[in-house]
């Protein structure tokens, strides 16, 4: 019988950010299936949801995260600030919070800094 292999909070977080870099729809696979994706103002609830925000987003603005500092892990808790590099030569500042539990991603709220 094949050992299932559990990833550590950090590990999530890190195979997160190379598969929205790698604009890879399988990034939704990450999430629990009644997962939730929280930010401006709107909560998606499910892992059908999330992945259809994603494919929306990197169609559209194709981005690439690009981490400020170190993640900073508190049990099952990740925080990570990013930069966030857009298909149009703009960039956006954010931190995201990621509520992990099982090796996979529970909840991620996003914060988007002002400029």
């Known amino acids: 019988m094949p050992k299932t292999v559990t990833l550590e909070p950090v590990e999530i977080v890190n195979e997160y950010f190379a598969r929205v870099r790698a604009r890879d729809l399988r990034l939704a696979e990450l ?4 997962a939730e994706l929280v930010g401006l103002g709107t909560r998606r609830q499910g892992r059908s949801a999330i ?7 990197m169609e ?3 981005p690439t995260p690009r981490q400020v500092g ?3 892990c508190d049990g099952s ?3 990570a600030e990013i930069i966030i590099d857009l298909a149009g030569g703009g960039t956006v500042h954010a931190i995201d919070l990621f509520d992990t539990e099982d090796g996979l991603i529970r909840s991620l709220t996003y914060f988007i800094a002002a400029e």
């Open 70 to 72: 170190s993640l900073l």
């Open 31 to 34: 999430f629990h299936m009644d």
């Open 77 to 79: 808790r990740v925080a």
């Open 51 to 57: 992945a259809e925000f994603y494919r929306g987003i």
């Open 60 to 62: 559209r603005a194709q």
